[in-house]
């Protein structure tokens, strides 16, 4: 079974003056989980780079419902909401102590020499065989 969820420790270096996680960073806490998951689905990302074809974010909102501090541990969790030609649509979302404290909604689009391409096969099956897809 594939993991979908991804702890974070949150260190001094992660917050902001008041204590509390400097915005910027939970974009990179839920890139770790995001790369993590692509990872234990079975795609290897720096194969794909190799041949100049990477996932890209093509679009990210975001929503900042309550603040992570110092010592905290949070939980990633991402699901795949859907699966397109191109693109693939991610619901992410970081907790701490089981409360939701942050949420993004991400597409990522497959690109290929610098231009949208649709998903190889190989890899839209491991994606929809993964236990992250919803219904």
Excluded: W
Excluded at 5 to 26: K, L, M, P, Q, R
Excluded at 67 to 74: L, S, T
């Amino acid at each position: 079974m594939i993991k979908k969820s991804f702890n974070v420790e949150i260190y001094y270096e992660d917050t902001d003056f008041s204590g509390a996680v400097y915005h910027a960073n939970y974009f990179k806490f839920i890139e770790r989980a995001r790369s993590k998951i692509i990872e234990n689905i079975g795609i290897d990302q720096l194969t794909l780079q190799k041949k100049n074809s990477i996932f890209v974010v093509s679009s990210l909102s975001a929503r900042f419902i309550r603040p992570a501090f110092f010592g905290d541990i949070v939980q990633v969790n991402t699901n795949f909401l859907t699966i397109g030609g191109a693109s693939i649509l991610l619901e992410q979302k970081i907790l701490k102590q089981k409360e939701s404290i942050f949420v993004a909604k991400v597409r990522l689009a497959f690109v290929s020499e610098g231009k949208p391409e649709r998903l190889p096969s190989l890899i839209r099956q491991k994606l929809l065989n993964s236990d992250h897809v919803l219904s």
